[in-house]
């Protein structure tokens, strides 16, 4: 499993990219791995404040549907508009072209009680 050090995760799976004021957050590689072949996402949060652990949108994959939660607090500024007809971005590059949405941070001390990259690989049994 591909956990890189320069993110933080959350134990639903969830990884966090900080620059700043905002978080980019896309699922894990262990997360589309378990999920299968990713068929649709839907975010319907864009310019909503969310409230850590709240649903920022939906995965649908072959074998199931998952809520996907926001790892911090924070208004959902941006989605990613190419998974709207490429959600197989998620199964092939979880880290990059598969990001899902960017947040604003209204509360960047929530950023403290993520997971670094060594505890997540403990989490998920790598």
Same mark, same amino acid.
């Given at each position: %499993? ?11 799976? *969830? +990884? ?6 905002? &978080? ?6 262990? &997360?589309?791995?378990?999920l299968g072949d990713i068929v649709f996402i ?11 652990? *709240?649903? @920022?949108?939906?995965? #649908? &994959?072959?074998? $199931?549907?998952?809520?996907? @939660? %926001?790892?911090?607090?924070? $208004?959902?500024? #941006?989605?990613?508009? *190419? ?15 598969? +990001? %899902?949405?960017?947040? *604003? ?22």
């Amino acid at each position: %499993m591909n956990v890189p050090t320069n993110l933080k995760y959350t134990k639903d799976h *969830e +990884w966090v990219l900080i620059k700043g004021n905002e &978080a980019t957050v896309g699922i894990t590689d262990f &997360a589309q791995h378990e999920l299968g072949d990713i068929v649709f996402i839907e975010i319907e949060t864009v310019g909503e404040e969310l409230g850590h652990g *709240e649903v @920022f949108g939906t995965v #649908e &994959a072959v074998k $199931t549907v998952s809520d996907l @939660f %926001m790892p911090v607090s924070g $208004t959902v500024k #941006e989605k990613n508009e *190419e998974l709207d007809t490429t959600a197989e971005l998620v199964n092939s590059d979880p880290y990059g072209k598969g +990001w %899902m949405i960017r947040v *604003e941070l209204s509360d960047p001390s929530e950023i403290d009680a993520l997971l670094d990259a060594e505890a997540y690989k403990k989490l998920i049994g790598a």
